[in-house]
DNA sequence: TTGAAAGCGCTAACAT
DNA sequence: ATGTTAGCGCTTTCAA
């Protein structure tokens, strides 16, 4: 029972050609019941299974998709692999995973050999959908595929948040509790197209809404550090009521890194993040922040690159504003209106925890 | 461009034979410059990739390793599975990822699936090493494997959490802070002998410092009503002063459901989790809890399979203590010591926050 | 130094 | 109803 048996040991010990075991297994052709009897009974002694392998040389086809993402230690990415992992699963598909941990080269390795594994499509979320050149081999392979988390640049498939969109959403949010003054904090700004996407919406929903330009604070490292670099940034703009951190992580460490500074949040400081992950919830304060869905973008990716293999039609993606929404939380708080008072001011609730004070 | 090229178009291209092309571009067995050179045109002209599947048809060897955990949206899965796949990619190897939500019948489906694809080994957290009839399996086929958070069963290879021993030292913490009546909240209880193991081992520890039996308390669903089921257990059991969690998600929303039912933690209530997931530093209060490292478990059982596969040498294991630690947190409070106070009781901060008030 | 051919496990076309 | 065989893409003898 050490080495596997082949269909060739079957049909030996059955007593028939391999095409009859083939034939007898897959259902495909005729066979006697005495033949069928004989063969499942070799396939039951040997424990036998086809392998998959001289079936994919045969079909051209392997019934494996591969899949890159950053990092899953993210949530954000861990609930979307998830999300197309069962879709794949359930039907009948398996899923090469690798992450990238944000480097570009990585990335590129990875596309290349999950072409030459012949994977049947892929999923990708790439640093930067305008130049990769992982996913240019996929087009010219024209390989089934979906982005995630990337906005397409043409009219290509992918499934993400409007980021741009969400992010202005948050600027009015900001305006709405009368915060003139903002930062935006970025993490991996230079290999995320997302962040910058969510710059560049935040920066013109500040401008729509008569607030200063955000400033912009960009960290490399996983927020070690991230109080010395806030202690630093708060001091270059004393001005700051609130910030938008580009994940809910960082928005999360920002909370900490405040406190560590004795900065009240949302008393001195307001906070709003992104992405939406349930931790978020159970922090005191609450984190404000945008709500996605990563799980269904997942899934949704998913069935797009089975209904591209198959030929069948795609999945519906839904518009771009309902990708997202925005959760009040106790860590934005309304700032004492300064001109009108158009009476908007009290739509947020400081915090959604009821043994919280009066702030 | 459209359809991949294969080792006879190159040949065909450059004029010469499919064996001239695989020693060339192997680097096995002689060649002339010249023919070199046309073998290398040709491959860039067509821009040919070796077909992994034919690769693998005719090596026996696939360079892919299945990788088998219950739910990447467990953090600790997720770490455990990236640093095992960043051991597979710098080995040259990709890996399968299938979750199972927790359920035995997809588990074995699981496993099924990945030996008939060929993979070279097989990374599985199983949902009972005791009787898994994948592991069966797997064993069977001689498949090189290790376990990951699942105690070996008996001289089989397994990295994990002393789950026995760490529930243990938690009855000392809470010995220690003068904790008598406990109680033990388990999620997934039938389907993870992790739970089971954490459990036995918490009532030895609560036997040995002379505390009563904790009181258990197991959920099924992801605690969306945790709070009815904590009302009931604390009105069951009334006085109990500390609960331990089975793992840190689940201690997050007991606290949570606790400050819905308007019990103060840690005074009227302790709570300890289990992982060691970061987000549990940024709660108010943080969370005292097992602290684990899945990353580098995931990473060292990933080696093992290499080395299993390679015949190398096999990386060592931590020893069972080490793989694990305790984090005092805000979350477990000292009470006041009944009888003679050993003075031990102050060794745990109540909180690491700075601007925490004295409790 | 190079090429022809066998064979890895399987399916499908064809023959019996 | 069943068997024989070519061929999927590749590596590896073995001859030339």
């Given at each position: 029972m050490g ?8 049909a030996q010990?059955?007593g ?10 897959n259902?495909?052709?005729?066979a ?16 036998f299974?086809?392998s ?6 045969q079909?051209?086809?392997?019934r494996?998709?591969?899949c ?5 230690e ?5 609930d979307?692999?998830?999300g ?7 039907a009948g ?9 944000y ?5 590129t390795?990875a ?32 390989l ?10 043409d009219?290509?498939?992918?499934w ?14 900001f ?24 710059y560049?919406g935040?920066?013109?929903g500040c ?8 400033a ?10 991230l109080?010395?670099h806030?202690?630093?940034f ?16 960082l928005?999360?460490?920002?909370i900490r ?26 922090v ?15 899934a949704?990716?998913g ?21 997202f ?6 860590s ?11 009476g ?15 702030a």
């Amino acid at each position: 029972m050490g080495q596997a048996a082949t269909i060739k040991d079957v049909a030996q010990r059955a007593g028939c050609g391999v095409a009859t075991v083939s034939r007898v297994l897959n259902n495909t052709g005729p066979a006697s019941a005495e033949m069928r009897e004989r063969v499942l009974a070799a396939v039951d002694a040997l424990d036998f299974q086809f392998s998959e392998v001289g079936r994919s040389l045969q079909s051209n086809t392997t019934r494996t998709i591969g899949c890159v993402v950053p990092s899953i230690e993210n949530p954000v990415y861990a609930d979307a692999v998830q999300g197309a992992q069962e879709v794949f699963r359930n039907a009948g598909y398996q899923m090469l995973l690798i992450c990238t941990n944000y480097s570009p080269e990585i990335e590129t390795n990875a596309i290349r050999t999950l072409v030459a594994k012949q994977v049947d499509g892929v999923l990708l979320t790439v640093a930067d959908a305008q130049k990769s050149e992982g996913l240019d081999l996929v087009r010219s392979r024209r390989l089934p595929h979906s982005l995630l988390f990337n906005e397409a640049p043409d009219g290509e498939v992918s499934w993400s948040v409007g980021d741009h969109a969400a992010a202005a959403l948050v600027a009015d949010k900001f305006a709405m509790n009368n915060h003139k003054n903002t930062g935006f904090l970025a993490l991996n700004f230079l290999n995320s197209d997302r962040a910058r996407q969510r710059y560049e919406g935040f920066v013109e929903g500040c401008a729509k809404n008569a607030m200063a330009p955000p400033a912009l604070l960009e960290v490399d490292d996983d927020g070690h550090d991230l109080t010395d670099h806030l202690r630093g940034f708060l001091h270059d703009h004393p001005d700051l009521t609130g910030i938008f951190a580009s994940n809910d992580f960082l928005a999360l460490a920002t909370i900490r890194s405040a406190r560590n500074l004795f900065i009240k949040v949302p008393q001195e400081l307001s906070i709003v993040g992104f992405d939406g992950i349930k931790v978020g919830l159970m922090v005191e304060p609450s984190l404000a922040t945008i709500v996605t869905a990563p799980r269904d973008l997942g899934a949704g990716a998913g069935q797009t690159i089975l209904s591209l293999i198959n030929g069948t039609s795609p999945p519906e993606r839904p518009s771009k504003n309902s990708t997202f929404s925005f959760r009040a939380g106790g860590s934005l708080m309304p700032l004492p209106a300064e001109s009108k008072d158009d009476g908007k001011v009290a739509a947020f609730p400081p915090s959604n925890d009821p043994t919280q004070k009066t702030a």
